[in-house]
C-alpha cells in the first residue's frame, strides 16, 4: 500500500535561509505523482509544487523546489530565502497513477510545522 | 475566479445528531474529493465523485456517513447520526479531469466539526 512518511518534528529557520522538509514514501506503482501542499493558520490547503516520477529533473517552482532521488523513495521539499508568511504546516502527498489513475485520491502525510523566525 | 468554498466553516453538535457539509467546487471540476483529518494524524481520503458519480467511496468510514452530488455541482456531505470520533476537519477538494497524473487538486479551507 501506498504510504508517505513525514517523520521530523517541528521545524524551525531564521528569516532569509533556506530549509528542507524532509518526505519519504513507499510504492510499488511504477508511475506516480508527488505533491507539497502548505497550510497556513488560516486552514487553506494551498498547492506549492508537484514532482512526476519520471520526470527527468527535479521540480521547481519560484522559491520552492525539490529534491527528488528516486532510489531512495525521498521527494524533500526546499524552500530558499525563507520569509516569515511561508510559517505553515506542509504536506507531503502521492497519488500512484498505474494503479488508480491520473485522477486519483492523494495519500498524505502527517505534516511538518514550519517556523520561520525573524 | 472562485477558489473552492466549504460551508459551515466550523460546526459544534451534541453526540447523536446529524450535520451537513457543503461543498462548492472550482467552476467546471468535475472532480470531486472529500478527505478528512481528525488531529494530529494524516489527511484521509474519503471519497470521489466524476460529475455526480461515485468514483471510488473506499475511505468512507461506515453508513454513518452520506455524501452526494446532484448535478454534478455542489456536494454534501451528512453525517448521521454523529459519533465523538468524527470529529476533525472536513476538506473538500476539485479538480479538472485530464489523463495526465500532475492533475492538482485545490482545496477549499475546511469545516472543522466537533462533535461533544
Known amino acids: ?118 | 475566479e472562485a477558489g473552492v468554498t466549504q460551508f459551515p466553516s466550523h460546526s459544534v453538535i451534541e453526540k447523536g445528531q446529524t450535520v451537513t457539509l457543503r461543498c462548492d467546487p472550482i467552476s467546471g471540476h468535475d472532480n470531486l474529493y472529500w478527505y478528512r483529518r481528525v488531529m494530529g494524524k494524516e489527511i484521509k481520503f474519503l471519497l470521489h465523485f466524476v460529475k455526480e458519480s461515485k468514483q471510488d467511496e473506499s475511505g468512507m468510514p461506515n453508513n454513518r456517513f452520506l455524501a452526494e452530488r446532484t448535478g454534478g455541482t455542489y456536494s454534501t456531505l451528512k453525517v448521521q447520526p454523529a459519533e465523538l470520533e468524527d470529529s476533525g476537519v472536513y476538506f473538500c477538494a476539485s479538480s479538472q479531469v485530464f489523463g495526465s497524473g500532475r492533475v492538482t487538486q485545490y482545496f477549499g479551507p475546511g469545516t472543522r466539526l466537533t462533535v461533544l
Not at chain 1, 517523520?7 to 511504477?30: H, I, N, R, W
Not at chain 1, 525563507?82 to 498524505?108: H, P
Request: glycine residues 8%; positive net charge; aromatic residues 12%.
Open chain 1, 1 to 118: 500500500a501506498q504510504k508517505i512518511t513525514q517523520t521530523q518534528p517541528g521545524m524551525f529557520v531564521q528569516e532569509k535561509e533556506a530549509v528542507t522538509l524532509d518526505c519519504t514514501y513507499d510504492t510499488s506503482d511504477p508511475s506516480y505523482g508527488l505533491f507539497w501542499y502548505k497550510q497556513p493558520s488560516s486552514g487553506e490547503m494551498i498547492f506549492l509544487i508537484y514532482q512526476g516520477s519520471y520526470d527527468q529533473q527535479n521540480a521547481t517552482e519560484g522559491r520552492y523546489s525539490l529534491n527528488f532521488q528516486k532510489a531512495r523513495k525521498s521527494a524533500n521539499l526546499v524552500i530558499s530565502a525563507s520569509q516569515l508568511g511561508d510559517s505553515a504546516m506542509y504536506f507531503c502527498a502521492m497519488r500512484e497513477l498505474v494503479r488508480t489513475g491520473a485522477n486519483s485520491k492523494l495519500t498524505f502525510g502527517k505534516g511538518i510545522t514550519l517556523s520561520v523566525r525573524p
